[in-house]
């Protein structure tokens, strides 16, 4: 069966400090792979997808970047966090427009102090 | 524009005290539309998905409708472990012709006891 694993579930990380964030999945190949970031009261915001390994597309500008060095990894780096990058993180999967739309980690709360 | 709008923000309700909750939509050739339930501190969990008016899926104590504009989730007699954000999100088509989800901001539900 398909799982996905994030991680750290919670990181308090000063500013101007980097950040990595890292998201895999298992039991499926080629996944499409998703960063998303949820402000309190507001809807899920789209960060960054990917189709393909080394394929990413981001819907919005902003002190964050996101690779996929392998086929089933995804991971969410900053190089110097801001205080506004505080908020909570989520890695999500799917295989296209399915039944089931996405499939989502735990999540990363990010506390930037 | 493609536009997901949830009401009520917040419900509380008294254990066993019935209700539903809201999510109207605008987008354009409707390719389905999802319910999550997600707890605090963890990520979305997939409830269910709609595809045409008029079609109603069920789980427990929750029933879920579709209209050409809206979808409803029923609540019968909901119990405290009912409690959690309740998010609808509907397809699009980017301008590179992969779908992704448009959310609602959610539900917040808290049932007594």
């Known amino acids: 069966s398909q799982t996905i694993h994030q991680w750290p579930a919670t990181l308090v990380q000063p500013v101007g400090s980097p950040l990595s964030l890292e998201c895999t999945v298992e039991?499926?190949?080629?996944?499409?792979l998703y960063w998303y970031r949820q402000a309190a009261g507001r809807g899920l915001q789209l960060l960054f997808y990917?189709?393909?390994?080394?394929?990413i597309s981001s819907e919005v500008p902003q002190n964050l970047s996101a690779s996929r060095p392998q086929d089933r990894q995804f991971i969410l780096s900053s190089k110097k966090l801001l205080l506004s990058d505080s908020g909570f993180y989520l890695c999500?999967?799917?295989?296209?427009?399915?039944?089931?739309?996405?499939?989502f980690g735990s999540g990363t709360r990010l506390t930037v102090v | 524009e493609d536009q997901v709008t949830q009401s009520p923000e917040a419900l509380r309700l008294q254990e066993g005290e019935s209700s539903s909750l809201n999510c109207s939509y605008t987008?354009?050739?409707?390719?389905?539309l999802f319910w999550y339930r997600q707890d605090p501190g963890k990520g979305p969990e997939f409830l269910f998905t709609?595809?045409?008016?008029?079609e109603e899926k069920e789980k427990e104590r929750l029933k879920a409708t579709l209209t050409k504009k809206e979808s409803f989730l029923h609540i019968t007699a909901p119990k405290p472990e009912d409690s959690a954000t309740y998010l609808c999100?509907?397809?699009?088509?980017?301008?590179?012709?992969?779908?992704?989800?448009?959310w609602g901001a959610g539900t917040k539900l808290i049932i007594k006891p």
């Open positions: 999500a999967w799917s295989t296209g427009l399915t039944n089931y739309g996405y499939t």
């Open positions: 990917s189709v393909g390994i080394g394929q």
């Open positions: 039991g499926t190949s080629n996944p499409n």
């Open positions: 999100a509907v397809p699009y088509l980017d301008m590179d012709s992969n779908y992704q989800l448009i």
């Open positions: 709609l595809y045409s008016a008029g």
């Open positions: 987008v354009s050739g409707l390719r389905g």
